[in-house]
């Protein structure tokens, strides 16, 4: 049923496995292939037309859904910027012509509501990207786009991640084609089309024994570190999050560049590098030179990329993700990074569903 475990162990597990089906449901009737539209029932043609900015407000990791949101609107020449909720009010700018989009799994998340009512205020345009129908974001927003993924029991964020990142692409689409009529339609058909091969392909992630084997691997290391650029740099935060969320080990996730600026002091041989690669020569290329500097300390560096990738033959392991629009890649290697966690935290017989200190939605700011 939607709300038992089933035959799965944890509901962290269940909810990663009913991945495909979620996102069958946050794209239904949105994405029209056969005919290169998006559809969103509330946001008919023009609905953006008037928003110059976009601000992308939300905590945990449908921030991270957000800042992923953030390069594909910007990928496409509009303003937008990603903020974390608790941060919003010290660091934006809001005008009347700026869209706030604020994106909450629960619609209860008391961060996130503060900063909405505060853009609210100051005349923006407040959209909320929720899976909770009436929930307070909801009814307190402008217009409200439901992600669809069904209910998530697991504290830890999963397929939640991915019916936003998706729910945010729709919009994206919109509001591109709102903002930027030239450009809009240039690669929708392409993005759709690969949109509908999205299930697939994270079933075939589902079916790769990978993550596993390289949880049972690296387990015991001393700290986890996660490296991407652009939207690989949002998979590498969210990738860490839910490593520390649920095993309790170290774990932090950056932007590739900023290795050599820090963090590269605490790389020993006893701390796992993941490098996230995007599909991109150029900012792979780069990425690959960053997980080098790693493995020259002796870090083990485990590749999450498509097959043939070029960091496959220098990397110690691979999570394979199937080869797609660049867009999707980075949600694919999400998919891997959640079994990594969630069989890394099994390993060490942690409560998965529940881990210590943390709530599903918190309505403290
Ligand atoms: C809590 C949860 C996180 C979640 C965050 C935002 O911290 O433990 O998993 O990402 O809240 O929740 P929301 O419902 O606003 O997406």
């Not at 909720?85 to 012509?97: K, M």
């Not at 870090?299 to 033959?313: E, F, L, T």
Request: proline letters at 4%; one cysteine or more; aromatic letters at 6%.
């Amino acid at each position: 049923s939607e709300t038992g475990k089933g035959t799965y162990d944890h509901y962290m597990l269940k909810e990663i496995n009913h991945q495909p089906t979620a996102l069958d449901n946050t794209i239904q009737g949105r994405a029209l292939a056969s005919d290169g539209r998006v559809v969103l029932e509330d946001f008919p043609p023009g609905t953006f037309h008037d928003h110059r900015t976009v601000h992308l407000v939300g905590c945990g990791t449908s921030y991270h859904a957000a800042m992923y949101a953030e390069k594909l609107l910007t990928d496409g020449d509009i303003q937008a910027d990603a903020y974390r909720a608790s941060e919003y009010d010290l660091q934006a700018e809001v005008t009347d012509d700026t869209l706030v989009v604020g994106v909450t799994q629960s619609g209860e998340t008391a961060d996130t509501l503060s900063a909405l009512r505060s853009a609210k205020e100051s005349g923006a345009t407040v959209v909320t990207v929720t899976n909770v129908v009436g929930s307070t974001a909801a009814r307190e927003a402008d217009n409200a786009l439901f992600i669809r993924a069904g209910p998530e029991i697991g504290v830890a964020a999963t397929k939640t991640f991915s019916s936003q990142v998706v729910s945010l692409a729709l919009l994206s689409q919109c509001i591109l084609s709102d903002i930027e009529d030239a450009t809009a339609h240039e690669n929708i058909q392409s993005l759709l089309n690969s949109l509908q091969a999205l299930p697939d392909h994270i079933d075939r992630v589902l079916e790769s024994t990978r993550a596993e084997a390289i949880a049972r691997r690296y387990a015991d290391e001393e700290a986890y570190f996660f490296i991407g650029r652009g939207m690989a740099n949002a998979v590498a935060k969210e990738g860490a999050l839910k490593f520390k969320e649920i095993t309790y080990e170290h774990a932090e996730g950056f932007a590739a560049g900023e290795l050599k600026h820090g963090p590269l002091a605490l790389v020993t041989d006893r701390t796992p590098v993941f490098a996230v690669f995007t599909g991109d020569e150029e900012q792979d290329s780069k990425t690959l030179n960053n997980a080098r500097e790693a493995k020259t300390r002796g870090a083990p560096v485990i590749s999450v990329a498509p097959p043939d990738h070029d960091s496959i033959g220098f990397a110690d392991a691979h999570l394979e993700v199937p080869d797609t629009n660049p867009e999707w890649l980075g949600l694919l290697a999400n998919v891997q990074l959640q079994l990594l966690s969630y069989h890394a935290a099994d390993q060490l017989d942690r409560p998965i569903d529940k881990p210590r200190n943390l709530a599903k939605s918190v309505t403290v700011e």
